[in-house]
């Protein structure tokens, strides 16, 4: 179940790291957009230095969340429909589509909606 508390949650990790690793992730993905690419969950973990995630564990999945989640109700596109699996599909994981629907996004057709948030996020990190 999604709720508002998990964006006051660092699931364990010291408060000021969890905000330094936001920073480290918000950059990351801000260039991700401007070069209108994807990154994978791999990549994107390896690059934050101030909180060691394993990219598939639950602290990291409530932290794209998070980012997400903050990004939405700044009005902007969901930041983390950047972050892909490394291989298969080459989408986020559900976890991003359970997100999107509550965030009022129309999931009925999962390529559709990340394209066009992919395409949101584009256009609001271009400027």
Not at 31 to 53: C, H, K, N, P
Not at 82 to 104: S, Y
Request: glycine share 10%.
């Amino acid at each position: 179940m999604i709720t508002e508390n998990l964006l006051d949650s660092t699931f364990g990790h010291d408060v000021k790291d969890w905000g330094k690793a936001k920073e480290e992730a918000q950059a990351v993905l801000m260039d991700t957009a401007r070069a209108q690419s994807t990154i994978s969950y791999g990549e994107l973990a390896r690059r934050i230095s101030s909180v060691r995630f394993d990219p598939h564990g639950d602290d990291f999945r409530h932290f794209l969340g998070q980012l997400s989640w903050e990004a939405d109700i700044a009005g902007r596109g969901m930041i983390t429909v950047l972050v892909v699996h490394a291989g298969g599909d080459c989408k986020p994981g559900n976890g991003f589509f359970r997100l999107a629907k509550h965030l009022g996004r129309d999931t009925s057709d999962p390529d559709i909606c990340w394209i066009t948030e992919l395409q949101r996020v584009y256009s609001d990190y271009a400027r």
